[in-house]
């Protein structure tokens, strides 16, 4: 599904990316799991195409994409839903206007079919009446669930979701990781997750891969990465403030 | 110095290449009316009341200027004509493009700023929408719209303050001060201001949107761009005034 190939990816002298290699099998959630600023993030916009990589090569469903141009790639870009990581709602406009932005913009719905399949969306992801909010008026909880809602609305196959967990609390988490299952197995989606939050991760991964100073260190089950005998990972995913992580930085 | 010298000319050949996007943009993709509606309301009618104190305070001013250097040489029936000459050829355009800039230009480089910081941008590029042609070109075709009939707005009020100042305040026979308006304003003279309108409209959009779509950092970074759209588009308006009054009649 997703092929990732020794990608490298740098800012004026910081190298963030020192050629990942990934691959993302199809209907799998993979979860790649690193320090804040390890290059995640930046990891994902490549993947779609908001950002091209220094070097190497990154296939979806077998097609190249860091060479496209910007109309090629909007094509590739309707594979993918993705949940930003502060929901990234335009505050302009009202849920269900976000909501149904792809559909008004990309296809010939009339005002009810678009108004319909927004309260489907929204009520997957357990939202109800609040298509007339506006995102400043939203919790963050409910911002993600929004966001995702949008994110969905492309009837993507890849999903993308980019610290999904973080700023809310809890409960609320449980909530999203919940949502995230359920999404993947009621329409079937391809998900990758970058994220810290390690009750998240083994809540709803496949595969778990660790980036560490801009390489991919280990990939494995989540059974895999916990008796993992690497010291990075495990000060990783203990939450160690001890070891060769801190060591390192 | 020379960092700074790079990352200004770095920024122009953005800015170029932003214009050169907008203008292909422009011709080959459909215009959104109502975008361009809410815009010219933007641009045009919530500026009206600054723009009308400017105008009819600058117009007053210079028909007091005006008037105590021409009575020394008896020539006060001529105050009309300096006013009006003087206001439709350049304080007319240059002074409403400075409002603008400072009214529009900062709030679009604001929104498009933190549009920008929070991923908005990002997540309109996921949605395969082009951000240039959703933000920008509305914001450029209500521009060069609004700014030439701004222009004549502003051009009227600052006639009309030098003829309150000329008739009521210095005595000047009413009928003497139309006629010395009338007959010494060309309709180049006209054209001329509104040709430099519609360059400076360009202007204000051009570099406020680069700005706002550079902008990097958060709050801090969305400030900077602000500042730096105004301070641009301001230098760029004058310096541009002076090559544009060189070249036209």
Same mark, same amino acid.
């Given at each position: 599904m997703i092929t990732i190939s020794n990608?490298? #990816? /740098?800012?004026?002298?910081?190298?963030?990316?020192?050629?990942?290699?990934?691959?993302?099998? +199809?209907?799998?959630?993979?979860?790649?799991?690193?320090?804040? /600023?390890?290059?995640?993030?930046?990891?994902?916009?490549?993947?779609?195409? !908001?950002?091209? *990589?220094?070097?190497?090569?990154? @296939?979806?469903?077998?097609?190249e994409i860091t060479s496209l141009n910007e109309k090629e790639?909007?094509?590739?870009?309707?594979?993918?839903?993705?949940?930003?990581?502060? $929901?990234?709602?335009?505050?302009?406009?009202?849920?269900?206007?976000?909501? =149904?932005?792809?559909?008004?913009?990309?296809?010939?719905?009339?005002?009810?079919?678009?108004?319909?399949?927004?309260?489907? #969306?929204?009520?997957?992801?357990?939202?109800?009446?609040? +298509?007339?909010?506006?995102?400043?008026?939203?919790?963050? =909880?409910?911002?993600?669930?929004?966001?995702? &809602?949008? &994110?969905?609305?492309?009837? *993507?196959?890849?999903?993308?979701?980019?610290?999904?967990?973080?700023?809310?609390?809890?409960?609320?988490?449980?909530?999203?990781?919940?949502?995230?299952?359920?999404?993947?197995?009621?329409?079937?989606?391809?998900?990758l997750v970058v994220t810290h939050d390690m009750a998240c991760v083994y809540d709803i991964a496949d595969r778990i891969a660790m980036l560490h100073k801009g390489e991919i260190i280990e990939i494995g089950t989540p059974q895999e990465i916990r008796s993992s005998p690497n010291p990075i990972v495990q000060q990783f995913i203990i939450g160690s403030s001890e070891g060769p992580i801190t060591g390192d930085s | 110095?020379?960092?700074?010298?790079?990352?200004?000319?770095?920024?122009? $050949?953005?800015?170029?290449?932003?214009?050169?996007?907008?203008?292909? =943009?422009?011709?080959?993709? *459909?215009?959104?009316?109502?975008?361009?509606?809410?815009?010219?309301?933007? !641009?045009?009618?919530?500026?009206? *009341?600054?723009?009308?104190?400017? &105008?009819i305070f600058t117009g007053m001013v210079l028909a007091v200027?005006?008037?105590?250097? @021409?009575?020394? @040489? +008896?020539?006060?029936?001529?105050?009309?004509?300096?006013?009006?000459?003087?206001?439709?050829?350049?304080?007319?355009?240059?002074?409403?493009? !400075?409002?603008?800039? =400072? #009214?529009? /230009?900062?709030?679009?480089?604001? +929104?498009?700023?933190?549009?920008?910081?929070?991923?908005q941008i990002d997540a309109l590029k996921t949605l395969a929408v082009d951000p240039i042609r959703f933000l920008v070109i509305p914001r450029f075709l209500a521009a060069i719209v609004m700014l030439p009939l701004l222009t004549v707005f502003t051009d009227f009020v600052a006639i009309l303050g030098g003829y309150l100042m000329g008739v009521f305040r210095f005595g000047i026979r009413s009928s003497l001060y139309i006629d010395a308006t009338t007959n010494w304003l060309d309709p180049e003279d006209i054209l001329s201001g509104l040709t430099k309108a519609l360059f400076f409209g360009i202007i204000i959009i051009v570099v406020s949107c680069q700005r706002g779509l550079d902008a990097q950092g958060g709050a801090e970074g969305v400030g900077r761009a602000t500042t730096s759209a105004v301070v641009i588009s301001s230098i760029f308006i004058l310096v541009s005034d002076y090559f544009l009054t060189l070249m036209l009649p």
């Amino acid at each position: 599904m997703i092929t990732i190939s020794n990608l490298w #990816r /740098g800012f004026n002298k910081n190298q963030v990316l020192r050629g990942v290699t990934l691959t993302i099998e +199809e209907g799998e959630t993979m979860v790649i799991i690193g320090r804040s /600023g390890c290059g995640k993030s930046i990891l994902l916009k490549q993947i779609v195409g !908001i950002m091209k *990589p220094d070097k190497g090569e990154i @296939f979806i469903d077998g097609v190249e994409i860091t060479s496209l141009n910007e109309k090629e790639l909007s094509q590739v870009r309707l594979k993918f839903g993705m949940l930003f990581q502060g $929901g990234a709602l335009f505050d302009s406009m009202t849920v269900a206007e976000n909501v =149904g932005f792809y559909l008004s913009e990309h296809t010939k719905l009339s005002k009810e079919e678009i108004s319909l399949r927004v309260k489907e #969306r929204l009520s997957l992801v357990g939202l109800e009446g609040v +298509e007339h909010l506006m995102p400043a008026e939203l919790s963050g =909880g409910m911002r993600k669930r929004v966001a995702l &809602a949008r &994110a969905i609305c492309t009837n *993507p196959k890849v999903l993308l979701y980019d610290e999904p967990t973080t700023g809310i609390d809890p409960v609320m988490s449980a909530g999203i990781n919940r949502l995230i299952r359920k999404l993947q197995h009621e329409l079937n989606l391809t998900s990758l997750v970058v994220t810290h939050d390690m009750a998240c991760v083994y809540d709803i991964a496949d595969r778990i891969a660790m980036l560490h100073k801009g390489e991919i260190i280990e990939i494995g089950t989540p059974q895999e990465i916990r008796s993992s005998p690497n010291p990075i990972v495990q000060q990783f995913i203990i939450g160690s403030s001890e070891g060769p992580i801190t060591g390192d930085s | 110095m020379r960092k700074r010298l790079s990352s200004f000319l770095i920024t122009l $050949g953005e800015m170029s290449l932003l214009f050169w996007q907008i203008l292909i =943009g422009v011709v080959r993709s *459909p215009w959104r009316g109502k975008s361009i509606l809410d815009q010219m309301v933007q !641009i045009g009618i919530n500026t009206l *009341p600054v723009t009308s104190i400017m &105008a009819i305070f600058t117009g007053m001013v210079l028909a007091v200027q005006t008037y105590h250097k @021409f009575r020394q @040489f +008896e020539l006060e029936s001529w105050v009309g004509s300096v006013v009006a000459t003087s206001v439709t050829r350049e304080l007319g355009p240059v002074l409403t493009a !400075i409002v603008v800039a =400072g #009214r529009c /230009g900062s709030s679009t480089a604001a +929104e498009l700023g933190t549009m920008k910081v929070t991923e908005q941008i990002d997540a309109l590029k996921t949605l395969a929408v082009d951000p240039i042609r959703f933000l920008v070109i509305p914001r450029f075709l209500a521009a060069i719209v609004m700014l030439p009939l701004l222009t004549v707005f502003t051009d009227f009020v600052a006639i009309l303050g030098g003829y309150l100042m000329g008739v009521f305040r210095f005595g000047i026979r009413s009928s003497l001060y139309i006629d010395a308006t009338t007959n010494w304003l060309d309709p180049e003279d006209i054209l001329s201001g509104l040709t430099k309108a519609l360059f400076f409209g360009i202007i204000i959009i051009v570099v406020s949107c680069q700005r706002g779509l550079d902008a990097q950092g958060g709050a801090e970074g969305v400030g900077r761009a602000t500042t730096s759209a105004v301070v641009i588009s301001s230098i760029f308006i004058l310096v541009s005034d002076y090559f544009l009054t060189l070249m036209l009649p």
